[in-house]
């Protein structure tokens, strides 16, 4: 299953279209990388309200990440 058929399957959005609108993918662009045990992120935004609120997001995820490892523990089986 993809991210994108994911997400859609627990939005209330109810097409791929809607979904993407919301998104507004063209609004802000992430990069990731790993290197050395490192994680690398970068983002680009065409105003700063959306650079503010995707890094908030991924901030979120992250602590939630990092908690959860934290709990169960590196070696946890999904």
């Known amino acids: 299953m993809s991210n994108l058929s994911m ?3 627990w939005s209330p959005y109810s097409t791929e279209a809607e979904l993407l609108q ?8 992430r990069k990731m990388a790993v290197s050395n045990g490192k994680l690398s992120v970068h983002f680009e935004a065409v ?10 997001a991924f901030m979120d995820v992250l602590t939630l990440a990092t908690k959860t490892i934290e709990e169960f523990g590196q070696g946890m089986e999904l």
């Open 7 to 9: 997400l859609l399957q």
């Open 22 to 29: 919301q998104l507004q993918l063209d609004k802000v662009k």
């Open 47 to 56: 105003e700063a309200r959306f650079l503010r609120a995707s890094f908030r």
